[in-house]
């Protein structure tokens, strides 16, 4: 038998409340992986400049098979860059593209990144500011971004020579 108190959560829920039609985006059906095949090992390393970055000679490894697509506006909100960074999801679902990466950087320090780029535009909101997880929605240049950073554990099965976990929704 549980009494009250001995219960222990390993799930943490974020709810974020966006104005707009999103009809269909918990169907997972229409979610599009860009690369099936996870487990392989090769890696094809790609330097992209980013002179707001916070390190502008950092470069993102880029996994064989994976590749950031053309339509991501990386001189609207260039990914933040610390002394390495790796490229792990793409998702399209509904028309929102998804990119996941995870960076040697401290959470706090790729929040404050993305806070500055995005403060400047229409609807800044930061929707989640906890130890583990940040969230920051806004819209620059007519593009919403959602950004969202979980403090990488080891619970999340990523290599934890990453600190941090990123989400760039767009």
């Known amino acids: ?48 400049s980013n002179s707001k970055g916070s390190n502008n000679s950092a470069e993102m490894v880029i996994p064989e098979g994976k590749e950031i697509p053309d339509s991501y506006p990386e001189g609207v909100l260039p990914f933040e860059k610390g002394e390495e960074t790796e490229l792990a999801v793409i998702m399209t679902q509904n028309g929102q593209e998804m990119l996941g990466y995870m960076s040697t950087s401290e959470i706090e320090d790729v929040f404050e990144y993305y806070k500055n780029l995005l403060i400047k535009g229409e609807y800044f909101t930061v929707t989640n500011n906890t130890e583990n997880d940040k969230g920051i929605m806004s819209k620059l240049d007519g593009i919403q971004f959602q950004i969202i950073l979980h403090r990488n554990d080891e619970n999340t099965g990523e290599d934890l020579k990453y600190k941090t976990l990123i989400q760039v929704m767009y």
């Open 1 to 48: 038998d549980e009494t009250e108190g001995d219960t222990e959560f390993k799930t943490s829920v974020s709810i974020v409340l966006v104005p707009g039609d999103f009809s269909g985006i918990t169907d997972p059906s229409n979610i599009e992986e860009s690369n099936e095949n996870e487990n392989e090992t090769e890696t094809n390393t790609n330097t992209e």
